[in-house]
């Protein structure tokens, strides 16, 4: 019997109609194996994985394929975006065996939950050096059978090998100057200083890094690492990495020079990235970036905003290219025939120059992605503006991608942070409403009565699965950039609900951070990972958000905990910048102070519009914005700020010293070094 029917996980229901009688993650199942005495098949993936479809297709809804599991194992599936820390203890262990790792992720367990064979993808033939899935599935049943102690031996050294793994980083000082210069010069030397970017194919979108990049040159005038993030960014803009029809970014490109991308749209990447792009607006006043920075936040609200008010989690990399195959990118790409019948002969030739599109093809079977080459020319605004919104059109016609409806807490957190300041840097009010709501439906949904949290919803209904370290932290970053842009401090109030269960959950001696609560369902590992993946750890990402807590309200055990958090940055980030990205950006604005600034005055005061658009447009890295009436109790930063002569007024304080309040916002500008 199929047990997902009733799950709220999008990629277990895709799971639903298979023939493989699956379970969802439980003690259930685990007591099942234990009474029939049989291994667990653990298959972890997400509902955006083009090679997860792949394999349900070729295995999972494959009936006799279905039969050898269903007759030999208890089959368990797992959404890795719902339960990241089950991911994240498996993946740890198929790495640390094979060496790699990604979804699919296969492993087989012992009832007790202890890995002892590992794998990915496994097609139904072998191949590639691979083997088939049914030879591994016979495989692991025989060794189970014939060989059980031998298994039991190999699971209990990889449970002991794993256990023994700790982390001793934090707690010996923050990193300073020195730190932060080996970091910049690790990232200048893995530079790709041709196509933009760090490292070779496939190639990632370095959000985290850039966002670090932008806050050194912001602190200390470094013309090297704003040009690596300029750079960087215009050759992703131009690539087809980002859609040019529609804005948003894909995962990451196939290729070093971000032509070819693999398809799928996540909400982190695109909240990461619309945020670095308005910040280098902020910096540069890049057209580029500005336009970017919109088109992205647009299409977060148009394609991934539901119902509710929360974003949800994905669109997927594959769909029907119209003859009814599932194909990878058939959404997205286009050959000079199409171009013709939606443009004309000769609007589709200049479309075709414009855009890269060429016989050959730049993807599969003569299909190009759309870019915009270096070579391109000057273009006619005009027409190119007329030709866009043609093909968007006529692909709007197109079997769309699937999407994964449900809502991340984290993921939703960063775009709450992203949407609220694209729009009050950008002038796009509408978009900092869009950030309320998704904030308001966190709130309402997600947060229970002793602030602890759910890490998804679908459908305005909880998931069962509780938030993780990163829920909090990100979460907590999107409300204090809220409240920032807002003025209300009700946001704030709530962001210190989550960071205070941070201290008390999540904390472990020395100021080490672990992924999961004290309270959480116990696994084999407790995860602890403070390197920044696709998103910002949830370590950094809490260190972040406490430092700006503290900022707001002079909290010095929050600010201790930011401090002791740091210390593995100081450890990390001269050796693996590239993988401590968000770690870096925050010990930046530890640096810097961070900033408090309080602008004080009545809102419909024109000089107290300019005092607090001055300092929302201020680069100071991590600076927090408190503003309002004088002595308002919502912000602690507006006690005792009265007003100078009458006028709107803002006061600046770092490092526990206050520069003088100031009416004039030229003067506020270069306080705040811009």
């Given at each position: ?11 277990l ?33 997400y ?6 479809h ?22 368990v ?45 496994f ?70 200083a041709?196509?933009?970017g ?60 971000w ?49 509710e008010?929360?974003?949800a989690?994905?669109?997927?990399a ?79 016609e ?13 993921w ?19 978009l ?62 709530f ?13 472990a ?8 609560a ?5 696994l ?5 990972d ?57 010990a ?17 005061d ?17 600076a ?32 526990f ?13 270069r306080?705040?070094?811009?």
């Open positions: 019997m199929n047990r997902l029917a009733g799950m709220t996980s999008p990629y229901l895709q799971h639903a109609d298979n023939p493989v009688d699956w379970w969802p993650w439980g003690p259930e199942a685990f007591e099942e194996a234990k009474r029939r005495d049989v291994p667990v098949l653990l298959s972890v993936g509902s955006a994985c083009h090679w997860c792949v394999m349900a297709h070729e295995s999972f809804e494959d009936e006799s394929t279905a039969a050898l599991v269903n007759e030999h194992f208890v089959a599936k797992v959404d890795r975006e719902e339960r990241p820390d089950v991911d994240a203890v498996y993946m740890e262990a198929v790495q640390a065996a094979t060496g790699q790792g990604g979804w699919p992720m296969t492993v087989f367990l012992t009832p007790d939950a202890e890995p002892f064979y590992f794998g990915t993808y097609p139904p033939e072998a191949r590639h050096g691979m083997p088939s899935f049914s030879d591994v599935l016979d495989g692991v049943s025989r060794a189970w059978t014939e060989r059980r102690d031998e298994v039991g031996e190999v699971a209990g050294k990889i449970v002991k090998d794993l256990s023994a793994r700790s982390l001793a980083y934090g707690g010996d000082g923050v990193p300073g100057e020195s730190e932060l210069a080996q970091a910049l010069l690790g990232l200048t030397r893995d530079y790709d041709t196509d933009g760090f490292g070779g194919a496939p190639k990632f979108p370095p959000s985290m890094a850039l966002e670090f990049l932008l806050r050194h040159h912001a602190r200390t005038g470094a013309e090297g690492a704003l040009q690596m993030a300029a750079d960087t960014c215009e050759a992703m803009a131009r690539g087809g990495i980002y859609d040019q029809l529609g804005g948003g970014f894909a995962r990451y490109a196939v290729d070093r020079a032509v070819v991308p693999h398809f799928e749209k996540m909400l982190y990447d695109n909240a990461l990235l619309c945020r670095v792009y308005a910040h280098l607006w902020r910096a540069t006043g890049s057209d580029l970036a500005r336009r970017v920075a919109l088109e992205t936040a647009d299409f977060m609200v148009r394609e991934l905003r539901t119902p008010g929360g974003f989690s994905a669109l997927d594959d769909s029907d290219d119209g003859s009814g195959r599932h194909v990878e990118g058939a959404y997205y790409v286009w050959t000079p025939g199409q171009l013709a019948a939606v443009l004309g002969e000769d609007d589709a030739r200049y479309a075709a120059r414009y855009f890269g599109v060429t016989e050959e093809g730049t993807f599969e079977e003569g299909s190009s992605v759309l870019q915009l080459p270096q070579d391109a020319g000057v273009a006619d605004a005009e027409r190119i503006v007329s030709i866009q919104r043609r093909l968007l059109a006529a692909r709007e197109r079997p769309r991608p699937g999407r994964d409806d449900k809502i991340v807490a984290a939703n957190g960063l775009a709450i942070a992203a949407l609220a300041e694209t729009g009050a840097l950008l002038d796009r009010p509408d900092v409403d869009r950030a309320t709501e998704a904030a308001d439906l966190l709130v309402r949904i997600h947060l229970d009565d002793s602030a602890r949290l759910t890490r998804t919803s679908k459908d305005g209904h909880a998931g069962t699965n509780a938030g993780v370290l990163e829920d909090y932290a990100d979460v907590a970053e999107g409300l204090l950039a809220l409240a920032s842009v807002t003025g209300e401090g009700v946001w704030l109030e962001a210190g609900f989550l960071l205070d269960i941070v201290l008390d959950q999540f904390t001696e020395g100021g080490a951070l672990y992924d999961t004290h309270d959480a369902e116990p084999i590992r407790r995860p602890q403070p390197t920044d993946n696709a998103t910002p750890s949830g370590w950094t990402a809490a260190a972040g958000a406490l430092l700006s807590y503290a900022a707001h309200t002079g909290s010095e055990a929050h600010r201790n905990a930011a401090e002791a958090a740091l210390g593995v940055v100081k450890a990390l980030g001269p050796r693996a910048p590239r993988f401590i990205g968000w770690g870096l950006a925050v930046e604005a530890l640096l810097d102070g961070p900033r408090e600034i309080a602008v004080v005055g009545a809102p419909d024109e000089g107290f519009r300019s005092l607090r658009r001055t300092a929302l447009q201020a680069g100071s890295p991590g927090v914005l408190a503003a309002g009436l004088p002595g308002g109790e919502e912000f602690p930063l507006l006690r005792d700020r009265p007003l100078v002569d009458g006028m709107a007024t803002a006061y600046v304080c770092r490092h010293v206050c520069d003088a309040p100031t009416t004039d916002p030229e003067l506020l500008a306080k705040l070094g811009r």
